[in-house]
């Protein structure tokens, strides 16, 4: 019964690689994304030309509203674009947009341990799944657009995925969807998640972050740190984790310096040392000393003496 409680509360999701797709003649890398409930493993797939943070909120949002609500946890393998790194502590350094998106929607977002197979097997198995069964059944018949690909692999979800007897469960998914879709929380009518996109930068060691062809100081402390910079009306904010870090006006042009004298107080010496001093050199033709003829000459009578 507690194993029930415990899966039946939440949802994996993950991101996998399933070929390319020839956009007007260039080759663009094809990205699935599975979310699969914890209990009956009712999934939704999609695809996408890149994996962008937007672009997974929006997957999210879709797998909200084909699945009837949003569980309480969310399972994360690990991937970049939602977490930065661990801090001192061993505690996750959320992506600050998905934690404000998670927030939003009311759900906790949970981080695999690493090496731990058996805490994402749903999640890889969904991917491989989708591979295997999915992308095999169209050998021949590819669609030639992302908008059909999705389409089909719509179709294919609910009219295969879903109705299939789980290997593990060794139960009709569909049939375990109604105790999922009990514990899920009701969409309400609530609007899309209003996403602003960010930048993630690495702050250099004298405590700037480059944004749009300008630099924008932040507490020394966060030197070589990844943080999130994002434009918000006239203002530039710089985030680390859930908390913002710095503030400054919007650089009225490229190459300008923005800075605030509190981020550097205290900065240790070697952090404030300037760049690298180098010599530009370009090469022309030697400069020869042009001597007047008298020279040579009063040089060659003292030699004869």
């Excluded at 991917?127 to 050998?139: A, D, E, H, M, T």
């Amino acid at each position: 019964m507690l194993w029930y409680a415990y899966h039946n509360k939440q949802a994996q999701v993950d991101w996998g690689h399933l070929g390319t797709l020839a956009v007007e003649g260039t080759e663009r890398k094809l990205w699935g994304f599975t979310f699969t409930l914890g209990y009956s493993r009712m999934m939704m797939a999609a695809a996408a030309l890149e994996q962008k943070l937007g672009t997974l909120l929006q997957m999210h949002e879709e797998a909200f509203g084909q699945l009837g609500g949003v569980p309480e946890e969310i399972l994360y393998d690990r991937m970049k674009t939602v977490w930065q790194e661990m801090d001192e502590r061993g505690e996750v350094v959320w992506n600050p947009v998905f934690l404000d998106f998670a927030r939003y929607w009311g759900f906790t977002p949970r981080l695999c341990r690493p090496y731990r197979a058996q805490t994402k097997g749903k999640v890889e198995s969904g991917v491989k799944y989708v591979r295997r069964n999915f992308l095999c059944g169209l050998q021949g018949q590819e669609p030639g657009c992302l908008q059909d690909f999705n389409a089909q692999l719509r179709q294919w979800v609910w009219t295969v995925a879903n109705q299939r007897v789980h290997g593990t469960t060794h139960m009709q998914v569909m049939a375990r969807w109604d105790a999922d879709q009990m514990s899920l929380q009701p969409l309400s009518g609530k609007p899309s998640y209003p996403y602003v996109d960010d930048e993630l930068r690495k702050v250099a060691r004298d405590a700037y972050v480059a944004w749009q062809g300008s630099r924008y100081s932040v507490p020394w402390i966060y030197v070589g740190k990844p943080v999130w910079v994002r434009g918000r009306g006239g203002d530039v904010e710089v985030h680390y984790g859930a908390e913002r870090i710095a503030v400054h006006a919007r650089a009225p042009r490229k190459h300008v310096i923005m800075r605030n004298p509190e981020h550097h107080e205290g900065i240790p010496l070697a952090a404030r040392q300037p760049r690298k001093i180098l010599v530009h050199l370009r090469q022309t033709a030697p400069v020869v000393e042009i001597r007047p003829l008298a020279a040579y000459e009063s040089a060659a009578a003292g030699g004869a003496r």
